[in-house]
């Protein structure tokens, strides 16, 4: 059974940073792609930052050089390290882990980011 839990969200000044974990259980990461989406208030839900099939990583563009998400496989930890961070930053962060053999979605619980002006 997949789970996926995240941590790391909180309150922070503009300008700073947090780095967001997800601890992924369940998972065999050859056959997965995982990423980190985030909705804000009134939004639909985005992509932040994810892996590719490949192995490289894909980052949406409002966060390109801000934004950065690595793995810990030994961890099990997906982690997206996130700096200078803006109020449009604001919203729920959450994991995600696809299947790409059974094509199927996992999503954790989120975690809320709020950035202060």
């Known amino acids: 059974q997949v789970q996926l839990v995240e941590s790391g969200g909180g309150l922070v000044q503009a300008g700073g940073s947090l780095r967001l974990s997800c601890v992924y259980s369940g998972i065999f990461f050859s056959k997965t792609v995982m990423g980190w989406y985030r909705q804000a208030p009134g939004k639909q839900r985005e992509l932040a930052a994810s892996?590719?099939?490949?192995?490289?990583?894909n980052y949406a563009e409002s966060v390109k050089g801000r934004f950065t998400i690595s793995r810990d496989d030994a961890k099990n930890t997906v982690y997206l390290q996130m700096n200078n961070l803006q109020p449009e930053d604001t919203g729920v962060y959450y994991c995600?882990?696809?299947?790409?053999?059974?094509?199927?979605?996992?999503w954790g619980q989120g975690t809320q980011v709020t950035v202060s002006s």
């Open positions: 892996f590719t099939s490949g192995g490289s990583t």
């Open positions: 995600r882990s696809s299947n790409l053999i059974l094509l199927r979605d996992y």
